[in-house]
Nanobody, 121 residues
Framework: QVQLVESGGGLVQPGGSLRLSCVFS????????MAWFRQAPGKEREFVAGSWYGGITYYADSVKGRFTISRDSAKSTVYLQINSLKPEDTAVYYC???????????????WGQGTQVTVSS
């Protein structure tokens, strides 16, 4: 069974940065497409960034140029570097693993518990 454990969230001022981490265990890391989603209060969970088969990285339009996803196969970890944070980036950020390259949450089988990111002055 795949397990995902996120960390790195916190309270940050607008314009600040954070790096989120997601440690993968239980199966072979390289066989999974990885992604970050987020869910703000009262809103649906939305795709943020994907690190997919073929070395593909893909971003939601709202975060392009500010967020960077990367993966370290030796550590079975996927990262999300988030820069130039805005109040509207406030959300619980979730790591997900699935068998396909996809920006749809329905295509991801495994989810972490989430890490809170709050952007406020």
């Amino acid at each position: 069974q795949v397990q995902l454990v996120e960390s790195g969230g916190g309270l940050v001022q607008p314009g600040g940065s954070l790096r989120l981490s997601c440690v993968f265990s239980g199966r072979t890391f390289g066989r999974y497409a990885m992604a970050w989603f987020r869910q703000a209060p009262g809103k649906e969970r939305e795709f943020v960034a994907g690190s997919w088969y073929g070395g593909i990285t893909y971003y939601a339009d709202s975060v392009k140029g500010r967020f960077t996803i990367s993966r370290d196969s030796a550590k079975s970890t996927v990262y999300l570097q988030i820069n130039s944070l805005k109040p509207e980036d406030t959300a619980v950020y979730y790591c997900a693993a699935g068998p396909h390259n996809s920006d749809s949450l329905n295509h991801y089988d495994y989810w972490g518990q989430g890490t809170q990111v709050t952007v406020s002055s």
